[in-house]
């Protein structure tokens, strides 16, 4: 099949894709809006009929001037009253089909188990688009091919009025037409490849944009006097946008013009022509008024026709990206043969290799590693070695290159992945905090416990994060964030509650510690945010809590893990060595040059300042 031919066949499919939706979000209102559309088609085609009906009637020509005048009301007031129906029913079905879409396309995009699109620029771009087109487009595809529909009606009357009058004037018109068609179905399919284009410019503006609004990025913004730079890089895409929108509206316009020009001298060519025939007694009043009528309803219907199959086109084109993304299908494969994860169970890295796509460098290389069953391991390591990428491995977001990893003798791949993430409580390293109330950015771990505040309490006190909870101006209830507010907080001061790093990670454990149930815990450096003491306790603490399950601890801050069961020291994506801190300290590798680094500093500190070692 052609390039042109197989075109074709997408688009149609887009079109099948798009009617299929409107037709399951809303039907009734389908209906609705297509017997309008027939209605609204047909009445021009009625009015002129009846307004030349009424001139020969006046002219002698025909005795039912007066039924035809009260039809030509009867049909003027309908004609007065459909285009509000229409733009509700048009409005109406447009939310419904925008919120089937939309509700589908985030189906999808949860439905990927891993992280690796999301780190795709062209996975980006598409579902930007497809985001667009998820709002807008079914619903336009659908009034455009309605209106197309309503366009050729109302030529097809007119047409054939016309042919009776002038067969000559008709082919005219009608051959006017078409370059009018062709052009436009040229621009829309530039149109939409611009889009395409333009797509990483305009998500880089969009990015500058939301940097210069966020309240994260305020303080360097400030500090370093980024504002202006940054704008001005924004401004930069929005110009370069510009220029490409622009080269091509310069095209449009000039192939419009001429176009009009054309239709603009067959019009008039034709209108002399009827003139002469009534002068020479060959036509009507009726006839002539039926002729200005027609060719102005035919030009005007082809003109629209033109524009609306062209619009129709390009959000076609556009709804396409939307298809792409539902069609992607997984991410990850999902099992063919299910199975399910033992209660127990060592966890093994057997010679796992893992690198981020094919043209970058290998981040794990080779690891043999058993986390066994109930024990702590800490997995420490300079920046870079590859400690919260096998954290991500276990986590399933990437598959290893080779290698495996095993639960309880079990390959992850045969396990579902929202299976596996059941039995994990993990604190990342960049975790979230949510524009939520306290106890719902604790709540969010589990969510059959969002409701329930005795165990989001229980979480809390477990993370040692209760205590400031309670003194927040609505404890529990207390809305996190300046970005949004409770209708109750509106005047309220102290709305909008800014809780410091440290506090935001506490609260991040009780969220993943909400998982009453999961077997394994990880916390991916809660050094970052927490002081030396407080990621000590923590520790400690979770040992107790996690007694009789895995634990996995990732920190730079040696002295907060040297009681785990097991230290692993990852270097360059290899084991460098591992064992307990008394082994490691003993063997004088990497993991003893690394510890007496840290200790020397506390022990400087201490001399420096002559306090109490
Ligand atoms: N999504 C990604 N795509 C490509 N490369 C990545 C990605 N995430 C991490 N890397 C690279 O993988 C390497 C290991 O990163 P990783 O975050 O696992 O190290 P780490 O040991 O946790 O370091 P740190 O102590 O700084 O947190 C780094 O070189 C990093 O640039």
Redesign the pocket.
């Known amino acids: 099949m052609t390039a042109r031919g197989e075109g074709l066949r997408s688009r149609l499919g887009e079109l099948g894709a798009a009617l299929r939706l409107g037709w399951q979000a809303a039907p009734w209102l389908l209906l609705g809006y297509t017997a309008l559309t027939v209605a609204t088609a047909a009445a021009p085609v009625a009015t002129a009929w009846l307004t030349k009906v009424v001139l020969d009637g006046l002219t002698g020509e025909n005795d039912r001037v007066m039924t035809a005048a009260i039809v030509l009301v009867s049909v003027g007031a309908l004609t007065l009253a459909m285009p509000h129906a229409r733009r509700y029913l048009r409005a109406e079905l447009g939310r419904s089909i925008a919120l089937r879409t939309q509700d589908r396309l985030y189906t999808t995009v949860n439905g990927f188990t891993g ?2 699109r999301f ?1 795709d620029p062209a996975f980006l771009d598409r579902l930007r688009l497809a985001e667009q087109a998820a709002r807008h487009t079914p619903g336009q595809i659908v009034e455009g091919t309605f209106g197309i529909a309503q366009s050729v009606i109302t030529v097809l009357g007119f047409v054939a009025s016309l042919a009776v009058i002038s067969p000559i004037i008709t082919v005219a018109v009608l051959g006017a037409a078409v370059p009018t068609l062709i052009a436009e179905i040229s621009l829309s399919r530039r149109r939409a490849r611009l889009m395409w284009n333009i797509s990483p410019v305009e998500r880089r503006e969009i990015f500058y944009g939301r940097l210069l609004g966020d309240v994260q990025a305020a303080k360097e913004i400030r500090l370093f006097g980024l504002g202006d730079f940054l704008r001005g890089r924004m401004r930069a895409e929005r110009l370069r946008a510009n220029g490409q929108h622009r080269r091509l509206d310069r095209r449009e316009l000039i192939i419009q013009a001429a176009l009009s020009l054309v239709s603009a001298g067959t019009a008039g060519a034709g209108l002399v022509m009827a003139i002469g025939a009534a002068l020479n007694g060959s036509g009507t009043a009726g006839d002539i008024s039926m002729f200005v009528v027609a060719v102005a309803s035919v030009q005007t219907s082809l003109t629209s026709l033109a524009e609306q199959a062209a619009y129709t086109h390009q959000e076609l084109l556009m709804f396409g990206h939307y298809l792409a993304v539902e069609r992607l299908g997984p991410d990850l494969p999902p099992p063919a043969r299910p199975r399910r994860l033992p209660r127990a169970g060592d966890i093994e890295l057997r010679d796992v290799w893992f690198r ?2 094919e043209d ?2 290998w ?1 794990l290389r080779g690891v043999d590693l058993t986390i066994p069953h109930g024990s702590t391991v800490a997995l420490v ?12 491995l276990l986590c399933r977001f990437y598959e290893p290159t080779s290698g495996s990893i095993h639960w309880g003798g079990i390959d992850l791949r045969d396990v579902p992945a929202v299976d596996l993430r059941k039995r994990l409580g993990v604190v990342f ?1 960049d975790y979230m905090s949510y524009d939520f109330t306290a106890a719902e950015n604790i709540g969010l771990g589990d969510l059959t416990a969002i409701e329930d505040r005795e165990r989001i309490v229980a979480a809390a006190e477990r993370a040692g994060v209760d205590d400031i909870v309670r003194r927040l101006p609505h404890g529990y209830d207390t809305m996190l964030s300046r970005t949004f507010f409770m209708e109750t907080d509106r005047d309220d001061p102290v709305t909008g509650v800014v809780l410091s790093g440290g506090q935001w990670q506490r609260l991040a454990l009780a969220r993943a510690l909400l998982r009453d149930d999961c077997d394994m815990m990880i916390l ?2 809660p050094s970052a945010g927490l002081d030396a003491q407080a990621e000590h306790e923590i520790h400690h603490r979770l040992r107790l809590l996690r007694a009789g399950r895995t634990s996995l601890l ?1 920190s ?1 801050r040696l002295g907060a893990v040297r009681d785990a069961d097991l230290i692993v020291v ?1 270097e360059d ?1 290899r084991i460098a060595e591992r064992g307990d801190h008394h082994e490691l300290y003993r063997a004088d590798g990497p993991y003893a040059r690394l510890f007496r680094l840290q200790a020397d500093g506390y022990r400087d500190e201490v001399a420096a300042t002559g306090a109490e070692p």
Do not use: F, M, R, W
């Open positions: 992280l690796s780190e981020y796509s970058h460098p981040i390591g300079l920046n870079g070695a590859g400690k919260s990428t096998l954290v991500k390293q991916d450096e990732i730079h990852l994506g």
